[in-house]
């Protein structure tokens, strides 16, 4: 590219030397204005051509600030050529290496900053006059770059060392030049492994996610797409995030469901406790027997918190409901407190049992220690079990003499001894009167 500084520089200093002080640098919009062919990675190897038909949209007049103020031999020198432009992401601090091959005429390499401004965010690049041509320079991880290749020779045809002419020289009919740009990862250091084509692009024997280098890379870090991170890059909290595992639908937050799966990642497996009472529902394998009540977990109160009565539900989930209440036959003899048990702790006490005199025990829990008159414990009275009550003691009749006899058919209430005494004396009285 043996180019005619004279023509090519001198014209525009004085300009220079004038305008400088009354205007700023032109700063370009890539994203909104420029076309850009494609996104470079590592791995790409990319044949392409730029379109001579085109205008300029980054070259342009040196004295505006208009110009590439970076590539040597021949920087800070009008540029009115056409550009194809690619943006570059830094996967890693370093040193990046761009080749451009299989040039047919004159072309320029350069690098801008993500300012993509051609005269203040010039980075690198080359204007050596060669059919191959390589540019150099140190990348920042994270940060984007515009890789600008200018058909210099489409449009400075008199002083082009190479035009990109059919004939080779400015008489020629101009045509579209092709190019081939690929990274030299030989000599990159800061161009690392390409998490996602399948190769080993830095030539340390990992390719794509397995290579660390890809650790600050989203490809790798959120393989199942769910919007987490997995544990394999730095602060992953994806338990699984492996796609063919049902790893999108598992990650911290999730639903739990029970299904065998640690779906919210708290390194607990179907923990469902839908009624928040801290135990695990039993169709998960858990104890709680209803965990739609908070109240009905292993060890809850019986009563469901109520401050009196009971709630008729197995709160404590052991099979029996409201034992320890009213309502509950604790001591097993049939009765309940509201079925009149008075000592539901002692089985030998409820209705209908033997009372026992002087034991100082209501064992019928009639109210009183004493069994009711002419009772023969049957279910005539109180409950008690035996043969059919008696009637109580008559009041005899006088029969004319100093005894209390029972009516006929009754037992008497005077003692047996008294009645033989009686009836002899009535016998030794009645042979008396019949020997006179």
Known sequence: MVRNLVQRGVGGFCLLVGMMLLIGPALAACPADIPIIDHLTCSNVLTSSVDHTQPTRLG???????????????????????????????????????TVTDMPCDLDIYVLDASCDPYDGCVAGSTAPDTDDSVSFQCTAGQTYYVVIEAYGTA????SSNPCTDTGDENGTVYSPSYTLQFDLSQSSGCNEDCDDGLDNDLD???????PDCGIDEVCCDLDGDGVFGAQCPGGTDCNDDPAAEGAAIQPGAAELCDGLDNDCNEQIDDIDADGDGFIAESC???DCDDSKATVYPGAPEDGGLVEGYDNVDNDCDGDVDEGTENFDDDGDGYSETQGDCDDANPEIHPGAVEVPGNQIDDDCDGDDQPIAGDDNDAGDNGDAGAADSPGPVAPANLGCDCSLIAAGERSAVPAPLLLLAALGLFVRARRRTSL
């Open 60 to 98: 342009g007049e040196c004295a505006l600030g208009e110009c590439y103020s970076c590539g040597a031999p021949h920087d800070e020198q009008e540029q009115e050529a056409p550009e194809a432009v690619y943006t570059f992401r830094c996967q890693a601090s370093g040193n990046a290496y761009l």
């Open 156 to 159: 400075h045809l008199p002083i």
């Open 205 to 211: 024997g990992l390719s794509d996610c397995q290579d």
């Open 285 to 287: 394998g858990g104890d």
